[in-house]
């Protein structure tokens, strides 16, 4: 399990972010103690770090400076200053991510998994199969047989997901989650369409069927 710090000094934001994270399946480590934010942190050895930067004490700033300082552990700027020159400072500190307060949960959510994939240095591989069906990442390609079918790019995501998560059933919020790494706009009538349509193209190809809707529950290949 990986392990997330918050450093926000406001408590309802923090108890929020708390429980949003731990409902997502990751520990969360918060503290009240800002006066040495920046040694607490390096003693957690914990796997990303959310960090505010209007903070009793030392501002994020300072505490991102000192942090890389000793370690390389990801940090993701989160605060309601929305300059572009606080972005900037952030990012030349050493920040992985600045995201601005009021945000979207699964926007969030998102950009939390894309940095800790990037700290991770998880590969991806170019071809997933599932039975006869062969999902190409290089092109964004489907094929069953001698058939093929090009995916768009949130289909591509869709499948990708069910087919690395063979027999186990997805929430329409973990489907939505992982569109949400694009910067277009997803809502629940997008995952519905996009569902249709990889559908389509999975029958087109003789592949229909495969992916099945647990109602209630979400979705399974």
Partial sequence: MQTIL??????TIRRELELLLEKYGYAVKTTDDFSNAAEWI????????????????????????????????PIIIVTSRSGDIDELMGMNLGADDFVRKPYN??????????????????????LLRAGELALNLS???????EQSRELTKNELRILRLLMKNQGKILSRD???LELWQSDEFVDDNTLTV????????????GAGGLIQTKRGQGYML
């Fill in 6 to 11: 918050i450093i926000e000094d406001d408590q």
């Fill in 42 to 73: 390096l003693r957690q050895q914990a796997h990303l770090v959310l960090l505010d930067i209007n903070l009793p004490y030392y501002d994020g700033f300072h505490i991102c400076r000192e942090i890389r300082k000793n370690a390389t552990i």
């Fill in 105 to 126: 949960v699964q926007v969030l959510l998102a950009r939390i998994e894309n940095v800790l994939r990037r700290a991770n240095g998880a590969q991806t591989e170019d």
């Fill in 139 to 145: 092109n964004s390609t489907v094929n069953s047989g």
């Fill in 174 to 176: 973990q489907i939505m």
């Fill in 194 to 205: 996009n569902i249709g349509r990889l559908r389509k193209k999975l029958e087109e190809i």
